[in-house]
Structures are given as structure tokens and as C-alpha cells.
């Protein structure tokens, strides 16, 4: 328990230091209001610790507990970049593909199917040429940039396009409702304003995670 609870400390800390850090190396400044920096921040640390002491009371063994702990980090991270900067930098992205493939392979060493990974390689792929149709067809370019596309995708990965994906698909609707009714109705945003989608998928990647062990 108490090396559960240091993990759970540390990636709180790396959620707050991260971000900052990776904006100095991509050298992208922040294009988003204080406010709305602010309110990222907290609902990003907020859900990450809250997704983190979930995790402690179940009976995940520690090894997919820090597997799992790093992605919800990298999600948190994610959040607070893409608010502040509209980017989802691949430095996020790349060493959560590879702890989602690391976070498989456990469960296969713990006896579940070995096809789990060949199904989320091919989940992540129906997913990548999905949505890359859709903003074609649909002309979303504007509204789903690549950084999304690959960020879905590293979730299908995870998930699998299986049920396991129902608890991304509800945590990315609670807080795309949480955030744009409001705005909506006190006529901050409209139906054409440009906002990051980014925010709301790591939102449903930490609900997704937790999830896996209701």
C-alpha cells in the first residue's frame, strides 16, 4: 500500500511539472486564457487522483498498478498541454503506446488471451482510418487534428474497440457535457468555436481505466 500511495504522490507531481516542460522543448506558448489554464489543471489533477486512488483499492497487482498509474499521468498531462497550447505532443503519446502494449502483455503474463495484443494492433489501425475518413469526408479537419487521431488510437489499442471501450465513450461525454452546456448557455463558445478535443479523450481514457476494474 505504501509504495501505491508514493506512486500516486509522484504522479501528481509529474502532472504539474511536465506540461511546462514540454511546451519549453516543442517551444509553444500558451494560446488559452488563465482561467481556463487554471481550470485544466485542477480538473486534470483532480481526476488523475482520483482515478489513482481507485485504482489502490482494487486488487491490481503492482506492476499493471504502475503501468497504469504512468498512462493516467501522461493523460493528465496531455489535458493541460493541449488546453494550454492546442498540441498533443508525440512525447506523450509514443511512451503511452508503448506502457498500453506493456499494460497488455501483463495481462497475457497473468493468463489472459494472448490474441490482445494482435486485437488492439488492429483496433488501433480501424480506428487511425476511421477517423481520418470521417474529417475527410466530413471536412473536420478544423475540429479533429492528428494529435486526436492518434490519441483515440492508442485508446482503441488499450481498450480494443471491445466493451472495454464503454468507459471511454462515457467519460468522454460526461466532460465534453460538463463543459461545452454550460459555455453554451452562457454564450461563451457557439457551435462554430474552435476548442481542443484533446482534454475530453484523456478525460475518457482516465474513466476507461477505471472501468476495466468495476
Known amino acids: 500500500m505504501t509504495a501505491r500511495i508514493m506512486t500516486l504522490i509522484l504522479m501528481g507531481g ?3 511539472l511536465l506540461p511546462s516542460q514540454i511546451m519549453k522543448k516543442k517551444n509553444k506558448i500558451d494560446t488559452a486564457g488563465k482561467g481556463s489554464i487554471l481550470a485544466a489543471r485542477l480538473f486534470a489533477e483532480a481526476s488523475l487522483i482520483a ?35 492546442r498540441i498533443i505532443p508525440n ?14 502483455a501483463r495481462r497475457i503474463a497473468l493468463g489472459e488471451s494472448w490474441t490482445r495484443i494482435p486485437s488492439g494492433i ?15 469526408v466530413l471536412h473536420f479537419q478544423g475540429s479533429l487534428g492528428a494529435g486526436d487521431i492518434k490519441f483515440l ?8 474497440l471491445s466493451s472495454r471501450m464503454t468507459g471511454l465513450l462515457i467519460g468522454l461525454v460526461i466532460s465534453m457535457a460538463a463543459y461545452l452546456i454550460p459555455m453554451l448557455l452562457m454564450k461563451k463558445i457557439t457551435m462554430k468555436s474552435m476548442i481542443a478535443f484533446g482534454p475530453f479523450i484523456g478525460f ?11
Open 204 to 214: 475518457g481514457l482516465m474513466g476507461g481505466i477505471c472501468w476495466l476494474y468495476l
Open 91 to 104: 512525447l506523450c503519446l509514443f511512451p503511452m503506446l508503448l506502457l498500453c502494449a506493456g499494460y497488455l
Open 14 to 16: 509529474l502532472a504539474q
Open 153 to 160: 488510437s492508442v485508446a482503441a489499442f488499450l481498450f480494443t
Open 51 to 85: 482515478a489513482e486512488v481507485f485504482l489502490v483499492r482494487t486488487e491490481t497487482d503492482l506492476l499493471s498498478f504502475l503501468i497504469l498509474s504512468l498512462i493516467l499521468m501522461l493523460s493528465a498531462v496531455i489535458i493541460i498541454i493541449d488546453t494550454r497550447c
Open 122 to 136: 488492429v483496433s488501433m489501425i480501424i480506428m487511425c482510418a476511421l477517423l481520418m475518413s470521417l474529417t475527410s
